[in-house]
């Protein structure tokens, strides 16, 4: 069974209702499974998140704890993000896809450069300066079908800004789609189908997974709330639509998995303060590294107490609301060379250096924070009718996904959400009888 899995990136629980009143976003929650207290993990940081949701591991079983490695000596526009599939740790559903013997493709999913499971792939990449965004994103993804597709497609695509981008993606979605059908050839009067219908469907990606920024840009630039947000919202369901609207064209919708995912939710920024600056200037034993709101802090573990007591001296100089302990920090799954970490008060964001922040809203908050709470819709044959779950946590999608398309997941940490699926459903009415 086909597998779709669509990503509103800065997508979060406040939002809620406004999609639900869509039509597209609407229809899939009435007809399907919805959810809007889907706990993400933290960091609450796209790439994090992203690979929680293709592995339903949390960080430190899947490896990526940040959206960027630890790189203090180079200037922030000069780092370089985990951007290859080779820093996931453990299995995804693109790699036991590929085991099952099922084609994938991707556009813009996070953490796939140079994917040997991604058959079509248009990787997340961000050239730096110095590189070519378009060689490097070749050199990244499926070079001989993006050259393709670029020469085909290219001059549909406005720019690379949002909200160009999303369209653009959404337009490689449905070519993919359509690229996998074995179209019908006209010879003369007669039209020849050039593949049975059983080999047709066999051809389509059994996998394709999509990754919309929209909302996340103009969070990041107008506010948590805007009218520039309510109008990304907008055009995120009609994208969202444009690709069932494709399947549908193709027949296949109906025997699709559909799972509409988010990641976090953003927290408008006031002010912001530069940690690893003072920590420098003060001689304490420890780096820190920008979470985009709060802050991971690297040290050995021979200066885990002295660094502690530091910020328990001067918690209130550096309006720090909670420090997250080693022991928290296991609790909550963060990477395992992650000793502590802080959380400013509202408003304040801790930055790397003397800069100031470029955005007036953010994410990367821990797991109490009130946009830490994201959405899910699951739809498809497996999957319950008008079904809302009460929560859930965002490492449950993947196994849920795998038990729904037939693959399997081993070591994934999440749960398989049993009370989504059309048999449990059935279970409950009989009950009731």
């Known amino acids: ?24 976003l609407g229809k899939l929650a ?29 960080p430190d079983v ?23 599939e080779k820093h996931i740790k453990t299995d995804t559903l693109f790699s036991q896809a590929k085991k099952a013997g099922r084609e994938c493709a991707s556009i813009l999913w996070p953490i796939t ?39 085909r497609y290219g001059k549909q695509r406005v720019s690379t800004k949002q909200p160009h981008l999303d369209d653009f993606s959404a337009l490689m979605a449905r070519k993919v789609i359509e690229r996998q059908y074995v179209p019908v050839k006209k010879e003369g009067s007669r039209e020849v189908r050039l593949a049975s219908r059983r080999k047709q469907q066999r051809h389509m ?46 027949d296949v919708l109906k025997d699709t998995i559909i799972a509409v995912v988010s990641d976090h939710g953003h927290a408008d920024i006031t002010g912001s303060l530069p940690l690893d600056a003072w920590l420098v200037a003060n ?19 021979a200066d885990y107490l002295p660094v502690l007591r530091a910020l328990q001296d001067n918690q209130e100089l550096l309006q720090i609301a909670h420090i997250y302990t080693r022991e928290e920090l ?38 109490h924070h ?7 819709w699951l739809s498809g044959p497996p999957f319950a009718k008008g079904e809302r779950l009460s929560g859930c946590n965002i490492v449950d999608i993947a196994p849920t996904l795998a038990a729904a398309a037939g693959l399997s997941l081993p070591r994934a940490q999440g749960r398989v959400l049993e009370e989504a699926f059309l048999w449990s459903q059935e279970q409950q009415r009989r009950r009731g009888e």
């Open 1 to 24: 069974m086909r597998l779709v899995i669509i990503s509103l990136d800065a997508v979060f629980a406040q939002d809620a209702d406004h999609l639900l009143s869509l039509p597209n």
């Open 30 to 58: 009435r007809e399907g499974v919805f959810c809007d207290n889907v706990q993400t993990i933290y960091p609450s940081l796209t790439y994090p998140i992203h690979a929680s949701i293709i592995t339903g591991c949390y």
């Open 62 to 84: 899947h490896g990526i704890g940040h959206n960027e490695p630890f790189q203090p000596e180079k200037e922030p526009a000069m780092r370089a993000w985990y951007w290859d």
């Open 113 to 151: 450069g140079h994917s040997k499971q991604i058959k079509f792939n248009l990787p997340e990449i961000i050239a730096l300066p110095g590189e070519h965004q378009v060689l490097k994103v070749l050199s990244y993804g499926s070079t001989w079908w993006l050259i393709k597709a670029e020469l």
């Open 205 to 250: 990606p059994d996998l394709l997974a999509v990754h919309f920024t929209d909302t996340d840009t103009m969070r990041h630039t107008y506010g948590t709330f805007s009218e520039e947000v309510t109008a990304s919202l907008n055009r995120l369901d009609e994208r969202v639509g444009s690709i069932l609207d494709k399947l549908a064209a193709h």
């Open 283 to 301: 001689n304490v034993p420890a780096r820190a590294q920008t979470l985009g709101l709060g802050a991971y802090l690297h040290l050995r573990r």
């Open 330 to 367: 296991r609790a909550m799954h963060a990477p395992e060379d992650i000793l502590l970490a802080v959380e400013p008060v509202e408003g304040l964001v801790y930055v790397d250096g003397e800069e100031e922040p470029h955005h007036v809203a953010t994410h990367g908050f821990g797991p």
């Open 370 to 376: 009130p946009a830490a709470k994201t959405l899910l």
